[in-house]
Nanobody, 126 residues
Framework: QVQLVESGGGLVQAGGSLRLSCAASASGRTFSTYAMGWFRQAPGKEREFVAAIDWGGSNTYYADSVKGRFTISRDNPKNTMYLQMNSLKPEDTALYYC?????????????????WGQGTQVTVSS
């Protein structure tokens, strides 16, 4: 079982950058067995997929809306996953969640993830 805590959200101007972190309670060896992902949810909208990374960090996958601007990564010995967000736009404003899956390959659907963090707010002003 994995417990997740996000951090790094905040208020930024359009075009700015933020780095989100997701700290896991599992050991590095255990953490490495989970595929990981980031999702986001804006008020009045459904939660949507943002980015995913496989169990070893060798493969990544991005939603078209963030491809080329966001980078997902993980540091298994430190039990931490990251989302580097560059060239932020007002439409990126949302509550961002990290999630862990028992799968080992990249997953893009909420149903594939069994563990979720509490979320961290990202607000991008125009």
């Amino acid at each position: 079982q994995v417990q997740l805590v996000e951090s790094g959200g905040g208020l930024v101007q359009a075009g700015g950058s933020l780095r989100l972190s997701c700290a896991a309670s599992a050991s590095g060896r255990t953490f490495s067995t989970y595929a990981m992902g980031w999702f986001r949810q804006a008020p009045g909208k459904e939660r949507e997929f943002v980015a995913a990374i496989d169990w070893g960090g060798s493969n990544t996958y991005y939603a078209d809306s963030v491809k080329g601007r966001f980078t997902i990564s993980r540091d298994n010995p430190k039990n931490t996953m990251y989302l580097q967000m560059n060239s932020l736009k007002p439409e990126d404003t949302a509550l961002y969640y990290c999630a862990a899956s028992r799968h080992v390959t990249t997953q893009t659907t909420m149903r594939a993830y069994g563990y979720w963090g509490q979320g961290t707010q990202v607000t991008v002003s125009s």
